[in-house]
């Protein structure tokens, strides 16, 4: 008979105790999404701005040594507006972010334009330029000269 009571209680203790739960509930889940979702809102455009000033310095660095160039040649030839100069005159950043043209060019003076390609469009410096003196330019409207060059 002992061992039908221990049998029983057994049963009954069974039956009385509650199910474990295991994993996580709904709200649980949304609020772990929604605190994903606040901080990706604020990473992404800061991630984007680092990605275009990236970009901008492949600009700023092929203007530059493109002004070298220039200054090199007018040394050698008297003149920015020299075949020799002119002639051998990439058309492509050293990444490609932007394209090089000469926009004005005499025997005295040149600008150096950089116009973005790509994703680079959408920096908001728009156009970098440099001219025989080293005056910096660009035409973006919401850049500044600090923070463009």
Request: aromatic share 6%; with cysteine.
């Amino acid at each position: 008979m002992a061992s039908k009571l221990t049998l029983i209680s057994k049963a009954l203790r069974n039956q009385q105790r509650p199910s474990v739960q295991r994993g996580f509930t709904l709200v649980e889940v949304m609020i772990t999404v929604a605190i994903i979702a606040i901080l990706a809102s604020i990473a992404l455009p800061a991630y984007q701005n680092s990605v275009l000033k990236a970009g901008r310095s492949d600009g700023k660095a092929s203007l530059l040594s493109m002004s070298q160039f220039m200054e090199r040649c007018f040394t050698t030839n008297s003149a920015y507006n020299n075949t020799a100069c002119t002639g051998t005159f990439p058309t492509a950043s050293g990444e490609g972010k932007y394209t090089l043209s000469l926009t004005t060019i005499t025997a005295n003076t040149f600008t150096i334009t950089a116009t973005p390609v790509g994703s680079q469009v959408s920096d908001i410096c728009d156009d970098l330029s440099i001219t025989n003196t080293g005056a910096r330019g660009f035409t973006g409207s919401s850049g500044t000269s600090a923070l463009c060059w």
